[in-house]
């Protein structure tokens, strides 16, 4: 298993302060994420502007695709993208149709984890070609002081047992990450914690460390 990587979710509202944001951190990070938010309140060009500022950065657009899977994966990638989201909610054509424009573009899909799916939904994902899954601690769950729990850690290992490469997402800090160590992570998504002009650095810094201290050495 690599090193767990590091990305950047934007979740501005407003792209030029993303933009500023990306410029300053993306040195310090893997991953460049345009947030569903940001999606929503810029449009594709979201994506596309990211790309140009950040040619060789894994840029992922974050649509959480319920349907026109296809469609919104053609308009993804042709922007930029190296990898879009679909909801788990979504039906399996959508993520047939997502995944096979993703893979024209030599790109992948993402299911977004989030509400009420099955490990028997997973076994399907992996049937259709799928391989990363994004488990989600929402902005409200972590408002009402949802933690993380041992069943949200069995739940990670089943699916990396089925073959999924989980990114996780959810208020992470540097310093909640051993408790991910018996997980194949692909990547911890961070955005408030690396937003800060004044803290972004320092706390990238600090996640990087907490990776390489956990799954590798320093």
């Given amino acids: 298993m690599s090193l767990p990587l590091l990305q ?28 569903t938010l940001l999606c929503l309140s810029c449009g594709v060009d979201a994506v596309r502007r990211l790309r140009q500022q950040h040619p060789e950065k894994t840029l ?5 695709v ?28 959508t993520f047939a149709s997502a995944l096979e424009v993703a893979q024209q573009h030599q790109g992948d ?7 009420n799916w099955t490990l028997d939904d997973a076994r399907k994902w992996r049937q259709l070609g799928l391989k990363q899954a994004i488990y989600h601690r929402g902005r ?12 949200d850690l069995d739940t990670m290992k089943a699916l990396s047992d089925l073959g999924f490469a989980l990114s996780i997402t959810g208020g992470i800090i540097p ?4 408790q991910f160590k018996e997980v194949d992570v692909k990547a911890f998504i961070a955005g408030r914690a690396l937003s800060d002009p ?3 650095i320092p706390r990238a810094a600090a996640f990087h460390q907490a990776i390489a201290s956990i799954w590798g050495t320093l």
Avoid at 109 to 115: A, D, M
């Fill in 66 to 93: 319920a349907d026109a899977g296809g469609t919104l994966a053609d308009m993804a990638f042709r922007a930029g993208a190296s990898w879009m989201t679909v909801i788990c909610a979504a039906p399996l054509a």
């Fill in 175 to 178: 310093e909640d990450l051993s």
């Fill in 8 to 35: 950047l979710a934007l979740d501005h509202t407003d792209l030029d302060a993303a933009l500023r944001t990306a410029q300053q951190l993306h040195p310090h990070v893997d991953i460049i994420e345009a947030g």
């Fill in 109 to 115: 899909i993402q299911i977004e984890l989030f509400g």
């Fill in 140 to 151: 409200d769950a972590q408002a009402s002081g949802q933690q993380w729990t041992q069943h």
């Fill in 198 to 200: 004044a803290s972004g």
């Fill in 60 to 64: 992922v657009a974050d649509y959480k």
